[in-house]
T-cell receptor, first 115, second 114 residues
Framework: KQEVTQIPAALSVPEGENLVLNCSFTDSAIYNLQWFRQDPGKGLTSLLLIQSSQREQTSGRLNASLDKSSGRSTLYIAASQPGDSATYLCAVRPASGGGADGLTFGKGTHLIIQP | ETGVTQSPTHLIKTRGQQVTLRCSSQSGHNTVSWYQQALGQGPQFIFQYYREEENGRGNFPPRFSGLQFPNYSSELNVNALELDDSALYLC?????????????FGPGTRLTVT
C-alpha cells in the first residue's frame, strides 16, 4: 500500500528566505506526483505536476523535483512571501491500479512566512 | 472555461441522516473523483467515476455511494451518517481515465455531523 510522508509537519520562517519542503513515498510505481497548496478551510490549488518520466518542473518561484527510484520529491520556494503561508500537500498517483486508484496524499506541511 | 464547482458550501446534518453532495466537472472532463479530508489530515480517495460507471474505490464502506450523469456532473451520497463523517469533501475532475492526467479540484463541501 502506497504511503506518503511529508517533512516537516510545520515550518515558520522570516520573509525572503528560500525553503525546501520534503515528500517521500513508499512505492516507486507512480504515474505522477502533484504538489498542492491549501488555504485554511479551502479546496486544493495545484502548483506543479511532475510526470513519472520527468525530473523537475518549475513555475515562477516554485521548483519541484522528483527522484522516483528513491521515492522522494522536494518543493523549493524561492524568496518566500507572507502570501505563501498555507498548507502544502504532496500527492502521488499510484500506477498499480491501472488508473483506477486516486491520489494518495501526505498530511501536508503547514508553512508560515513571518513578515 | 469554468472550473470544478461543488454545492453546497457548508452542510450540517444529524447522525443517522443521509446527505447528497454535488459536483460539476471542468468543461471537457469526463472523469470525476471524490475525496474526504478530515481536519488536520490529507485527503483520502473515496471513489472515481468514468462515463457514469464507478471505476476505482478507496477504503470506504458501501454507505458511501455515487452517481455520474451524462453531462459528467456527479453526486456523492452518504447514508446513515456518523460523527466521523464530519469532513471537507473534495471533488476533482480530469480529462480521462489515464493515470497521467492531472486532477483539478473544486472548493469542497464542509459537512458537519452532530
Amino acid at each position: 500500500k502506497q504511503e506518503v510522508t511529508q517533512i516537516p509537519a510545520a515550518l515558520s520562517v522570516p520573509e525572503g528566505e528560500n525553503l525546501v519542503l520534503n515528500c517521500s513515498f513508499t512505492d516507486s510505481a507512480i504515474y505522477n506526483l502533484q504538489w498542492f497548496r491549501q488555504d485554511p478551510g479551502k479546496g486544493l490549488t495545484s502548483l506543479l505536476l511532475i510526470q513519472s518520466s520527468q525530473r523537475e518542473q518549475t513555475s515562477g518561484r516554485l521548483n519541484a523535483s522528483l527522484d522516483k527510484s528513491s521515492g522522494r520529491s522536494t518543493l523549493y520556494i524561492a524568496a518566500s512571501q507572507p502570501g505563501d503561508s498555507a498548507t502544502y500537500l504532496c500527492a502521488v498517483r499510484p500506477a498499480s491500479g491501472g488508473g483506477a486508484d486516486g491520489l494518495t496524499f501526505g498530511k501536508g506541511t503547514h508553512l508560515i512566512i513571518q513578515p | 472555461e469554468t472550473g470544478v464547482t461543488q454545492s453546497p458550501t457548508h452542510l450540517i446534518k444529524t447522525r443517522g441522516q443521509q446527505v447528497t453532495l454535488r459536483c460539476s466537472s471542468q468543461s471537457g472532463h469526463n472523469t470525476v473523483s471524490w475525496y474526504q479530508q478530515a481536519l488536520g489530515q490529507g485527503p483520502q480517495f473515496i471513489f472515481q467515476y468514468y462515463r457514469e460507471e464507478e471505476n476505482g474505490r478507496g477504503n470506504f464502506p458501501p454507505r458511501f455511494s455515487g452517481l455520474q450523469f451524462p453531462n459528467y456532473s456527479s453526486e456523492l451520497n452518504v447514508n446513515a451518517l456518523e460523527l466521523d463523517d464530519s469532513a471537507l469533501y473534495l471533488c476533482a475532475s480530469s480529462l480521462g481515465l489515464a493515470g497521467n492526467y492531472e486532477q483539478y479540484f473544486g472548493p469542497g463541501t464542509r459537512l458537519t455531523v452532530t
